[in-house]
Structures are given as C-alpha cells and as structure tokens.
C-alpha cells in the first residue's frame, strides 16, 4: 500500500503557444500553476502556495500583451500574454513557491517539453531559481522556506535569418513540477488521516474579511468564493460602500483603446476566449481591471494574502439562481440591490450584468449606471 503521507501536493504547469515568423513573431503564454491539495494532518499543516509574481521583465521589443496574475487563492497563475518581434526579445517572469505549513515539500517530478533540433536555433524557454540554479528533483522546500523561480521565454541572441522558421509555424510547450511530502521522517511520523483545514459554507453565508463583507457562492474544499456584499468605491479608495440605485460609482467594462478586445468579427471569439457564449473575457483589457486588483492589493495589505479579486462569470451567477430576463425575480437576495458587471460577454460587442432580477446584456463600451462587486477566492484557512 502506498504511503498515505506521499501526498502530491504541487504541480506547475506552464501553456505557451509561440507562433513564429521570418519577419514578426509572436507568442502567447499562457501558465498555469495548480495546487492539488492543502489539508492538516494531526499537529502539521501543509500549505505550499505562490506569492508575489513579479512585473514582466522585458529585453528589446518584445511587449507584455497582457499582465498574469495569481488568483483561485493563491494557486494559480494565468493570464500571461507576450508578443516577440525580434532576435534577443525575451520577457522574464518570477513567482515565489512557499511553504507555509510546517511540513517539508520536495520536488518529485519535473516534465518539461523538449524543443525540436529546428525550434531550438531561435527559441528558449526555461525556469529557474533566482540564483540561477536549474529547479531540479529532490529540491526540498522547507517550512517557512520560500523559492524566487524565474520563467524565461525569447528568442535566441544570435539568431541569423536562417535560423528563424520560413513560415509562420505554431509551439506548444509545457512544463510541470510536482511537489510531494519530503521522505526525511520515518512511516508514522506523520498521521495517515487528515482533517479538514476549516468548516463547510453554504451558497448565501456571509463572511467578513475586516470591514468587507462577502455573501459565500461557492465551497470549492480549501477555498472559498464569494460575492462582495457591496458595490466598490471607484475614487481611490478600495473599499465597499453601501449599495444603492445611484450613479456615483458607474463605470463602463471597456474604453476606446481596447475596444471589444475579445471580438474577431462577426460575433466570433478570438481562440484565447474561447469558442461559443457567454465567454469570460474579464482580463487586462478591461475598464474594470484597475479597481479590482487594486482592491485585491487592499485585501492583502489587511493580511488576508492568498486573496484574489475578479469579476463574477455567467456560469455562477446561473448558480446562484440568476436567469436570462426572460425570468425576472430569478437571482437569490445575496445579489443585492444596484446593477452590476459580470465578467463574461454575451456577444460581441456586449457582457453581461444582473442587478437581482435576472441576467441581462449592454454594450461593454457605455456605463449605463452599472458598478462593480469583486468577487474573491480566498484560502478557508485564513476565515
């Protein structure tokens, strides 16, 4: 029988999808960092989390399309997005792996996509540790020990025209780390059983997070998600007021310069969003971006740390009750009064918004007196 205490606890998986050219490339990456696990057993407590993802470091023309963040409390990392145009354009990324729990991780795994003899003249991709150290299996995390792991994706320095592709050509690579319990302590050390890290939360619950207060749409197991209980103040100041039917805080989803970033004509999505509607395009991009991570940088700073902000989707506020206005009177009361923003769009020029009555579409580009809830994930251990 397997030892119970090998629980694999960590994987690290980053998506890029280069698309290269003779003359222009781009590429578009998109990482992904999960977290299978995080439970107490007896008197230990395992917490393996990611802190801190670093601004994009960018050499020569190569531009961030779109800025990554963490989100699903603390373990995930999405939503990077870069473009590369040039021979030595390269765009650096860091992120900090930390054990907060007070048992030992150690790298089990690692599996990363080997480049192709062709793909390997004009592309590198790598991760490392700060110091230069390749991540490596067996590495050990101990409790209260934190790792600056840095991913690098670029072109090659001494690239020649020969070197790059003759047609524009598609790479997807990958890379997994996976982290498990370390085996420096005999079978038994640790109990086989496990207990939960927090008590269950039912749909409608409301949880407080100092001042801020959260109505619990989904128990997700080690983390919670939940609907701001008010609207967000947009002058500078990252916190609820109380909700009401006037203007004062309206904003619009998109401005000018994006546009309907998610539209590539005719009602069609460009590939990142998907295929059909409704499609969550809340991102970077956004009008509403901004005061959302600004009001996750307010969470934090009240030290509820592996909190992340976002936009409620089209599928959650279905969960809740909410239905097309063919239904009115359809959402739960946990909505609130006021009308407000989703993060998933209805085609393509407009998004979704209810204001407890049901679900409803506008253009994405007018304000129509419509605000901002956030809609958080937060790790139940900090509740």
Same mark, same amino acid.
């Not at 793909?119 to 230069?132: C, I, M, P, V």
């Not at 509607?277 to 959302?292: E, G, M, R, T």
């Given at each position: 029988?397997?030892?119970?205490?090998?629980?694999?606890?960590?994987?690290?998986?980053?998506?890029?999808?280069?698309?290269?050219? =003779?003359?222009?490339?781009?590429?578009?990456?998109?990482?992904?960092?999960?977290?299978?696990?995080?439970?107490?057993?007896?008197?230990?407590?395992?917490?393996?989390?990611?802190?801190?993802?670093?601004?994009?470091?960018?050499?020569?023309?190569?531009?961030?399309?779109?800025?990554?963040?963490?989100?699903?409390?603390?373990?995930?990392?999405?939503?990077?997005?870069?473009?590369?145009?040039?021979?030595?354009?390269?765009?650096?990324?860091?992120?900090?792996?930390?054990?907060?729990?007070?048992?030992?991780?150690?790298?089990?795994?690692?599996?990363?996509?080997?480049?192709?003899?062709?793909?390997?003249?004009?592309?590198?991709?790598?991760?490392?540790?700060?110091?230069?150290?390749?991540?490596?299996?067996?590495?050990?995390?101990?409790?209260?020990?934190?790792?600056?792991?840095?991913?690098?994706?670029?072109?090659?320095?001494?690239?020649?025209?020969?070197? =790059?592709?003759?047609?524009?050509?598609?790479?997807?690579?990958?890379?997994?780390?996976?982290?498990?319990?370390?085996?420096?302590?005999?079978?038994?050390?640790?109990?086989?059983?496990?207990?939960?890290?927090?008590?269950?939360?039912?749909?409608?619950?409301?949880?407080? =997070?100092?001042?801020?207060?959260?109505?619990?749409?989904?128990?997700?197991?080690?983390?919670?998600?939940?609907?701001?209980?008010?609207?967000?103040?947009?002058?500078?100041?990252?916190?609820?007021?109380?909700?009401?039917?006037?203007?004062?805080?309206?904003?619009?989803?998109?401005?000018?310069?994006?546009?309907?970033?998610?539209?590539?004509?005719?009602?069609?999505?460009?590939?990142?969003?998907?295929?059909?509607?409704?499609?969550?395009?809340?991102?970077?991009?956004?009008?509403?971006?901004?005061?959302?991570?600004?009001?996750?940088?307010?969470?934090?700073?009240?030290?509820?740390?592996?909190?992340?902000?976002?936009?409620?989707?089209?599928?959650?506020?279905?969960?809740?009750?909410?239905?097309?206005?063919?239904?009115?009177?359809?959402?739960?009361?946990?909505?609130?009064?006021?009308?407000?923003?989703?993060?998933?769009?209805?085609?393509?020029?407009?998004?979704?918004?209810?204001?407890?009555?049901?679900?409803?579409?506008?253009?994405?580009?007018?304000?129509?007196? =419509?605000?901002?809830?956030?809609?958080?994930?937060?790790?139940?251990?900090?509740?």
């Amino acid at each position: 029988m397997e030892k119970e205490r090998r629980i694999k606890v960590l994987s690290l998986v980053a998506l890029i999808v280069a698309v290269l050219g =003779l003359t222009i490339a781009f590429a578009a990456l998109s990482q992904t960092l999960t977290i299978n696990g995080r439970a107490s057993m007896g008197s230990s407590q395992w917490d393996v989390h990611f802190e801190n993802l670093s601004n994009a470091n960018i050499t020569g023309d190569a531009t961030e399309v779109s800025k990554p963040q963490i989100t699903d409390g603390g373990i995930t990392v999405n939503n990077m997005n870069v473009s590369l145009v040039k021979p030595k354009d390269k765009v650096e990324y860091t992120v900090e792996i930390v054990n907060d729990g007070s048992i030992t991780a150690k790298v089990e795994k690692i599996q990363m996509t080997e480049l192709t003899e062709e793909q390997s003249k004009y592309l590198e991709f790598y991760a490392t540790y700060s110091d230069g150290r390749s991540v490596s299996e067996s590495d050990i995390l101990e409790p209260n020990q934190r790792e600056v792991v840095k991913i690098v994706i670029g072109f090659k320095e001494d690239l020649t025209a020969e070197d =790059l592709p003759k047609e524009t050509t598609t790479i997807d690579l990958s890379l997994t780390i996976d982290y498990v319990q370390s085996d420096d302590k005999e079978e038994g050390d640790i109990p086989t059983t496990t207990t939960p890290v927090s008590k269950t939360y039912e749909v409608g619950d409301e949880i407080a =997070l100092g001042d801020e207060h959260f109505y619990v749409i989904s128990d997700n197991g080690n983390t919670v998600s939940a609907l701001a209980k008010n609207r967000l103040n947009l002058e500078n100041v990252p916190v609820q007021v109380e909700s009401n039917n006037n203007y004062e805080y309206n904003i619009a989803f998109t401005n000018s310069e994006f546009a309907y970033y998610w539209n590539a004509g005719n009602d069609n999505l460009f590939e990142e969003y998907g295929t059909s509607f409704p499609a969550y395009v809340y991102n970077a991009k956004s009008n509403l971006y901004p005061y959302i991570q600004n009001y996750q940088a307010y969470l934090v700073s009240l030290g509820y740390k592996s909190a992340q902000a976002t936009l409620m989707s089209y599928e959650q506020a279905e969960s809740i009750g909410c239905r097309p206005s063919i239904a009115n009177n359809t959402c739960k009361s946990i909505i609130g009064l006021g009308a407000y923003w989703l993060g998933s769009a209805s085609s393509g020029d407009k998004v979704w918004y209810t204001d407890g009555d049901g679900l409803y579409s506008i253009v994405a580009s007018q304000e129509y007196g =419509l605000h901002l809830k956030p809609f958080i994930t937060i790790s139940k251990s900090e509740l």
